[in-house]
């Protein structure tokens, strides 16, 4: 649109929005771009926006910092679920968001553990507004890795990290934003906001490595589905995880480990209610409750420890909503981005049937209900793999391996991150 038709179009503006937009205007007029945030932007494209149309495009918009420009960082994993992650963002959404008002420079990754650099080593005062993921969870979380590994963590984790869905699956932001397509992101993006969210930390313990995640970690048979997916994405896309957990539930390994967690709180401790409200015959001999119970009546902090066969561990920051799927399961209903706790799922055992009706239960949201199932609030768990059990483990579809006897620790900061965009619900 020429500066001349966008004359003949502000006089149909408020006086009020025509002074504001006559300010962006002189700003753009003079052909900003945002330049190069770091040497490694190679595939990065410069872009030139037309900001004075975002009045238009969203005036009855109140959370919009309408007229003001947002300038972020977009980075496009072309790579994602079907690869469909260019056309999603080029064709559905750069518009919209260009029009909203956000001053974009996009860049593609070339490589996995791309996105991480770019996030680690960008000069954040060029995207003071965030950074916004085109992908599934894989890229976000590479992105918040990136954030937390720099010298100025503290003020990086700050920058708010925003996600047009366009994976394999992008559970996050359908579970915390309630959004499943990149046209919606785009709206609620543009409508402004954040949303904090906890972080957690998933440590191996021996070798000092911290990974960071906002969705979950586990262990078990869907760490080796993981890795075992890996091998079929690129002629299977989404549907490599299907594959995988059909092959490796034909040949199903024991897993065994030992878990020890600490509840959120004492009175959450199932160890201290009665035994009526949890069926735990499962479990083994060897779990104890270590820690102090004071004469007093007060109760300390207390380490629970599990060990023996586990189908599954899972560590969850929120409830985990599939963004596909024809049912809407979610693992951990009472877990909350926000709520300062991780739900810890315990599926104990080993075999074949126990793993499928776990499955089924799972899809119908009765899992909860079998009696190998521990479901508990805690604040911090640690998880060895015994034996010859997979010693890697998922977070946030990331995989990590270990080496050897490692020892994974899962911990929580709360709050620290933040989310473009608000649920929908809350705006009301
Ligand atoms: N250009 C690239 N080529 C190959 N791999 C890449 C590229 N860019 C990113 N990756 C890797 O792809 C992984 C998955 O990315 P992303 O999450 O966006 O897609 P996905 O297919 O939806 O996967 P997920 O199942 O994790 O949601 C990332 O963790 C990253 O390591």
């Given amino acids: 649109m020429s500066l001349q038709s966008f004359r003949v179009d502000q006089t149909l503006l408020p006086r009020k929005l025509r002074r504001s937009i006559q300010r962006n205007t002189s700003f753009f007029t003079q052909r ?8 490694d932007l190679s595939t990065s494209c410069r872009e030139e926006v037309p900001n004075y149309l975002a009045v238009n495009v969203l005036p009855d918009q109140s959370n919009t910092r309408q007229g003001a420009v947002r300038k972020v960082l977009v980075i496009l994993n072309p790579n994602s679920g079907f690869r469909s992650s260019r056309d999603v963002f080029y064709k559905k959404v750069q518009s919209k968001l260009k029009l909203s008002g956000f001053l974009m420079e996009v860049v593609e990754t070339a490589y996995a553990g791309h996105a991480k650099i ?79 969210i906890d972080v957690f930390a ?18 078990g048979f869907v760490a080796d589905v993981l890795e075992l997916s890996e091998n079929f994405r690129l002629h299977l896309g989404p549907f490599r995880y299907v594959a995988a957990g059909l092959l490796k539930f034909l040949s199903l390994p024991q897993y065994r480990f030992e878990v020890d967690y600490l509840p959120l709180s004492p009175g959450t401790n199932p160890e201290l209610k009665p035994l ?36 599954g561990i899972f560590v969850c920051n929120h409830f985990c909503k599939p963004a596909r799927g024809l049912l809407s399961p979610v693992i951990a209903p009472k877990a ?16 074949r049937l126990k793993l499928f009706c776990f499955f089924v ?25 015994v034996g010859n059990t997979h010693n890697g483990c998922g977070v946030d579809g990331e995989l990590l391996r270990g080496e050897g006897k490692a020892e994974w620790q899962c911990s929580l900061l709360p709050g620290q991150g933040r989310l473009l965009g608000r649920h929908p619900g809350a705006l009301k």
Avoid: M
Wanted: with cysteine.
């Fill in 361 to 385: 239960a799972y899809q119908l949201c009765w899992h909860l209900l079998l009696p190998y199932v521990e479901y508990v609030k805690v604040k911090q768990v640690k998880i060895r793999p």
């Fill in 202 to 219: 998933v440590k191996w313990i021996k070798a000092g490595v911290t990974h960071f995640g906002l969705t979950a970690s586990y262990y």
């Fill in 276 to 311: 009526t409200e949890k069926c735990h015959e499962q479990l083994s001999d060897d779990d104890k409750l270590r820690g102090g119970i004071h004469l007093d009546g007060r109760i300390e902090d207390s380490w629970v420890t599990r060990k023996g066969e586990f189908l």
């Fill in 118 to 196: 770019l996030a680690s080593t960008v000069d954040l005062s060029k995207f003071p507004d965030g950074i916004i993921c085109v992908g599934g969870d894989g890229i976000v979380n590479e992105v918040l890795n990136g954030l937390l590994g720099r010298d100025d963590f503290e003020v990086a984790i700050r920058l708010p990290i925003g996600i047009i869905p366009a994976g394999s699956d992008n559970s996050l932001v359908w579970t915390v934003l309630g959004i499943k397509d990149p046209v919606s992101a785009a709206i609620v993006l543009a409508k402004g906001g954040f949303t904090p």
């Fill in 336 to 351: 909350q981005h926000d709520d300062g706790s991780l739900d810890l799922i315990l599926v104990h055992g080993s075999g």
């Fill in 32 to 39: 900003k771009f945002v330049p190069h945030c770091s040497t």
